[in-house]
């Protein structure tokens, strides 16, 4: 069993990755119904949290049925980053995530996210602080190096361990890849495999499927895995890589009837929590996933990325469960 402090997340948990305008609580909520394990916040800016901006405040947001949940903050001033965590450790989440891994130029150029990585000095300081702050559990998602030539992954993993951290995330890339390329594993086996880490390594990048979750699991030996972009309008992939890892079989795709059903609570949700206007328009990045790969879908997708109203968007959704109902069955 997989623990964080004292809290079980499973076997061989699944985490969702926190990703910035998608990892909201409507989208945390269709992850969980469909097996993620542990989910985080987007990540929220430490500034944002000490100055009460409310964009920031609302990221706080979280709901029992989450749980186990983190909250993520990021910044690059060390005082602001240890009054930010004692500010998310009053929402009560079960631990408190530091994010040293975004590569967005407005924050890695700033020295915040990976840009910390160039300062692995203040990145343990950091830490320690926040460590230090909190009562909660402190984990730490990172990537490999600022670029191919400051990759000293292994020692900011022993570096943050030694100051307290519960549990690592790596995505196997370096700022400078952002998203590009493919996700260098061996390096967060290099990890996880050596003799002086005993926290859990948890392993991020490319995993879109069940085979590809099996196969890494099995030759990289982390402790579990985080899906990102794979589980944005496809929240099934985390029962899926479950269902493979124990039976070796894949479940059937979703039916169209599960599907429609799936959109509408993400949704009616999206709209309850951040008003009609945003939460329409923040769904759309959502139904190309959740409609990925159904022929003839485009005139179907033009109109739902069109509408403005909510119950046109019900009975759009209504209308292509109807449509499609025999076929995806």
Known sequence: MVKIGNVEIGEFPLLLAPMED????????????????????????????????EKSVQKLDIYDYERPIGIQIFGDKIE????????????????????????????????????????IPKMQKMTEEIVKQVSLPVTVKTRLGWDDSTIRIVEVAKRLQDVGIQALTIHGRTRKQMYKGEADWTKIAEVKNHSDIHIPIFGNGDIDSPEKALEYKNKYGVDGIMIGRAAIGYPWIFNEVKHF????????????????????????????WKGELTGIFEMRRHYTNYFRGIPNFKPFRTRLVESESHLELINILDEISETFEEVYA
């Open 22 to 53: 998608v990892s909201d609580p409507p989208f945390r909520a269709v992850c969980k119904e469909n097996g993620a394990d542990l989910m985080f916040t987007e990540f929220i800016s430490s500034e944002g949290l000490i100055r009460n901006a």
């Open 245 to 272: 890892l124990k039976t070796g079989s894949k479940l059937p795709v979703p039916a169209m009837a599960d599907r429609v059903a799936v959109a509408k609570k993400h949704l009616n949700f999206s709209v309850e």
């Open 80 to 119: 602001s980053m240890r009054e930010a965590a004692a500010i998310a450790e009053e929402a009560q989440p079960e631990m408190i995530d530091i994010n040293y891994g975004c590569p967005v130029k407005k924050v890695a150029c700033k020295g915040a996210g990976a840009g910390i990585l160039l300062d």
